[in-house]
């Protein structure tokens, strides 16, 4: 079992950046694919990035190319997301995923843990 939980968000202005962090619990946080995700309001969740077990691949929405950058400690259990330049339409709870594959382009189809989501607002 691998409890996730997100810190990080809150309200910016266009152009402003924010990091969001997950913390994980459990010794197999080295073992998932990590990524996040974001749900903006009538929306689906959508991929946003995702990074390998070694931190050596990583995966981007296409969307979020060249601003948001994914990383991660394995000794902190802990993965996060950069996120510069942000705009408007970057507003959405973000949600920390832990997957058991080996793919760092996610779906919501292989996600073993979600976290509860941490809301990021970017005003224009």
């Known amino acids: 079992q691998v409890q996730l939980v997100e810190s990080g968000g809150g309200l910016v202005q266009a152009g402003d950046s924010l990091r969001l962090s997950c913390a994980a619990s459990?010794?197999?946080?080295?073992?998932?694919?990590m990524g996040w995700f974001r749900q903006a309001p009538g929306k689906d969740r959508e991929f946003v990035a995702a990074?390998?077990?070694?931190?050596?691949?990583?995966g981007y929405a296409d969307s979020v190319k060249g601003r948001f950058t994914i990383s991660r400690d394995n000794a902190k259990n802990t993965v996060y997301l950069q996120m510069n330049s942000l705009k408007p339409e970057d507003t959405a709870v973000y949600y920390c995923?832990?997957?058991?594959?080996?793919?760092?382009?996610?779906?919501?189809?292989?996600?073993?843990?979600w976290g509860k989501g941490t809301l990021v607002t970017v005003s224009s």
């Open positions: 995923a832990a997957s058991p594959g080996v793919k760092v382009v996610l779906t919501t189809g292989n996600i073993a843990y």
């Open positions: 459990g010794r197999t946080f080295s073992s998932y694919v």
């Open positions: 990074i390998s077990r070694s931190g050596s691949s990583t």
